[in-house]
């Protein structure tokens, strides 16, 4: 019979955070489970976010590829068709559809309001359900509502009571009780969606083979509760880009408060993969199903003076854990190299139709790349546009052999030249640096970027 | 066995008849059509596929039609200001010394990269002009699987299906998947072969995924040579020593001792002193992924 395929997506996740990464980091049902698997040493998110880094999971394509590495009009809620459009348009099909067409039962849940429905990425599964942190199938209702008012801000309340909504008035005061129940119940670390998809799918039984695909949200921020509740309401998820733009600097206590609210987040992430692996041994599907664990990119805690993801490629946000369980537990031998989410897909179909045991995954050489120039504000932010967009930029990286090179397109600068993570120069490694300028020149394909002279 | 060649020599016949009654009709497609039409027809092919794929190649060989290509990209990407595509050559092993120096002059003043696709496992296990099947890596032998070979060595050259696929179309197929090239320029052109007398501008192929892009197929021999002559492109020296169409040590003569302008380009054929051709073997060749 066909395995079953689950992928899990913590989102935000980097190795250090997990325990077959890093030995001291406190995750053992995470362990257990790579155990029985295959970790991948070197795997590499072809963008620092989420939006462009899933849509490579799903189509196999690089962000310059597939296009869908911007959030267009700046307002996310207005331009999610558009991105349905470029996942539909794409030379590549779907992941899920690929998996459909072969009589998979396909089913999602997904934390991340970026894979909302709306978004395109429900293209292709039989059933696709978003949690929120008000609980399940509450954010549909609010985009439509966000559409018409703006942000779910208390301030929009007398504005819907005047224009006489009242069914309005009572999804908005329903999804700010939620919220706030939630927020009240939740203790450190938070619960940004997780438990309810873990709930939902211990309370569902699927019809084999079936393919699963989470996203679980608990590693992203925010990490305290006190900026829980104003960056629901508000969605303002920007104070790490406020800190590298130099507009707000983060005290010292509160990077430290962050980092450790970070780490505890994992512990939760890996009691909730764990219970979901019980479950799967109890209900006798683990041995004949595939288990990919991994992330869609990691989160840079201020190493470089810089909080969050995105904006940059630095190692902590781009350097993702891959950890695959094969059918019967197989083993596969890995190959020197490096590991693209870009390659996840023929790997999968690969093991649906030959059970293969080989690395189809490792290459010579891989890739990252940002794109945005722009992005999405909220109002109360308006005013720091100009300073933030200083900081974004198209920027490329690339990977081989122990190098990375990565640049700023924009301006044809050097941003990092590294070998095993300690910077070396140019002229140190003249031909190494020029081969992978070589690589970059022909990744950058009809994009309109400058790169780095030859040394 | 015997049955089985007369059968296919007969079906060759038959083709060629076919090809040569049918020439005269796809003649007429474009016959009349001047050169500068011919030519915004080839730039149009550009321009739409400079707008809608990512990472366009430009398979060039040094000979006459693929550098014509690379010239029509070049004045495109000078219009247009986008970056220069870099070119893919295909090193068989067997190249003359004045190709490489073609390759080496043409990359540095027109300013493009150019990716290199090579069998080594292959050329580096060559002994006496062939290699033992047993020496190869998993790689090649399941090459020759799909092509269903059987035999302990294979020759080393370009003019047998076993030859031309591992020492060409494999290495072109890993380089677009290396590279992710989706759009590869060829110099193919409905003149000058019969399996690519129905050649269309834009053609699909699978795996790895990526269209093969043709501008020049309107052209005509003759037509290149105009253009060349027009734009004033750097000539292949072994044009002059009387070769029709280049390409490994062992497979290309000259049929003439004149230029190859100066020929009788329209009532002998071109590619006579090509051997791919004379074994009527193209059409095979091309369902492996050949151009």
């Not at chain 1, 008000?134 to 549909?140: E, L």
Request: aromatic share 10%.
């Amino acid at each position: 019979m066909k395995p079953n395929i689950i992928l899990i997506v913590v989102d935000t996740l980097r190795r250090d955070a997990i325990q077959p990464y890093n030995e001291k980091a406190r995750t053992p049902n995470i362990n257990n489970f790579s155990n029985d698997s295959n970790v991948f040493q070197d795997a590499i998110s072809p963008s620092p976010w989420t939006l462009p880094s899933h849509a490579s999971l799903f189509t196999g394509l690089y962000p310059t590829e597939h296009k869908v590495r911007n959030l267009p009009d700046m307002d996310i809620s207005t331009n999610f068709f558009k991105m349905r459009e470029l996942l539909r348009g794409n030379k590549s099909i779907l992941l899920s559809e690929e998996l459909r067409k072969r009589g998979y039962n396909t089913v999602a849940s997904v934390a991340n309001p970026i894979l909302s429905p709306e978004s395109g990425f429900d293209e292709g599964f039989d059933v696709y359900m978003q949690m929120d942190y008000a609980g399940i199938n509450t954010r549909y209702k609010m985009d439509n509502i966000r559409k018409r008012y703006g942000n779910l801000e208390l301030g929009i309340l007398p504005r819907i009571v005047l224009d006489g909504n009242v069914s309005y008035l009572a999804d908005v005061l329903k999804y700010f009780y939620d919220t706030w129940d939630n927020y009240k119940r939740s203790g450190q670390p938070l619960i940004k969606g997780g438990t309810s998809i873990l709930d939902l799918i211990l309370s569902s039984s699927f019809e084999q083979p079936f393919f699963l695909f989470l996203n679980l949200m608990e590693m992203h921020e925010p990490y305290l509760k006190s900026d829980f509740l104003r960056d629901v309401i508000n969605r303002n998820v920007y104070t790490n880009i406020l800190d590298a733009a130099g507009v707000k600097n983060f005290s010292q206590s509160l990077i430290k408060k962050y980092n450790k609210a970070y780490f505890e987040e994992a512990g939760l992430s890996d009691s909730i993969i764990g219970k979901l692996i019980s479950h799967l041994k109890i209900s006798g599907v683990y041995d004949n199903t595939v288990i990919v664990l991994t992330s869609d990119h990691g989160q840079a805690l201020r190493e470089k003076n810089f909080f969050g993801h995105g904006t940059f490629l630095y190692d902590e946000i781009i350097k993702i854990p891959l950890i695959i369980k094969l059918p019967e537990n197989r083993k596969i031998k890995i190959k020197e190299g490096y590991q693209s989410l870009t390659s996840l897909k023929d790997f999968i179909l690969h093991q649906v139709d030959n059970d293969g045991t080989e690395d189809t995954i490792t290459e010579d050489c891989v890739f990252s790349e940002e794109n945005r120039k722009r992005i999405f504000l909220t109002p109360n932010l308006a005013r720091f546009e100009d300073i933030i967009s200083g900081t974004l930029a198209s920027r490329r990286c690339v990977f081989r052999n122990g190098f990375k090179l990565s640049v700023n397109a924009e301006e044809g600068s050097i941003e990092e030249f590294t070998l095993n993570g300690s910077p070396v120069t140019g002229s140190e490694y003249p031909q190494e640096f020029n081969d992978l300028l070589y690589e970059l020149e022909i990744f950058r394909g009809n994009d309109n970027l400058k790169l780095p002279r030859e040394v | 066995m015997l049955y089985f060649k007369t059968c296919q020599s007969l079906i060759n016949i038959v083709k060629f008849i076919r090809h040569e009654l049918l020439k005269k009709n796809m003649d007429k497609r474009v016959e009349n059509l001047s050169l500068d039409a011919k030519e915004k027809i080839a730039y149009s092919v550009i321009e739409d596929v400079f707008n809608r794929f990512s990472r366009p190649v430009v398979v060039w060989s040094a000979g006459k039609d693929s550098t014509v290509v690379l010239h029509l990209v070049k004045k495109y990407v000078e219009n247009t200001g986008v970056n220069m595509p870099p070119a893919l050559f295909l090193d068989h092993g067997q190249h003359y010394d004045e190709t490489f120096s073609m390759l080496d002059s043409v990359s540095k003043d027109w300013g493009f990269r150019v990716v290199v696709a090579k069998n080594d496992d292959f050329i580096n296990k060559v002994r006496d002009g062939k290699v033992m099947v047993s020496d190869l890596n998993t790689e090649n032998m399941k090459e020759l699987e799909k092509i269903g070979l059987n035999g302990d060595t294979i020759q080393y050259n370009l003019d047998s299906e076993t030859g031309n696929h591992l020492l060409k179309t494999v290495p072109m197929k890993n380089a677009i998947r290396k590279y992710r090239f989706d759009a590869l320029f060829v110099g193919v052109r409905w003149d000058e072969n019969l399996a690519r007398s129905s050649e269309v501008f834009l053609s699909k192929r699978n795996d790895p995924e990526h269209f093969r892009v043709h501008p020049i197929l309107t052209f005509t021999e003759k037509d290149v040579w105009a253009y060349i002559f027009k734009y004033k492109l750097p000539i292949h020296p072994l044009y002059y020593k009387g070769y029709r169409s280049i390409d490994g040590k062992n497979d290309s003569k000259p049929i003439s001792d004149k230029p190859a302008w100066e020929q009788d380009l329209e009532n002998t054929s071109e590619r006579a002193g090509r051997s791919q051709d004379k074994e009527g073997i193209m059409e095979r060749l091309r369902t492996l992924g050949y151009m």
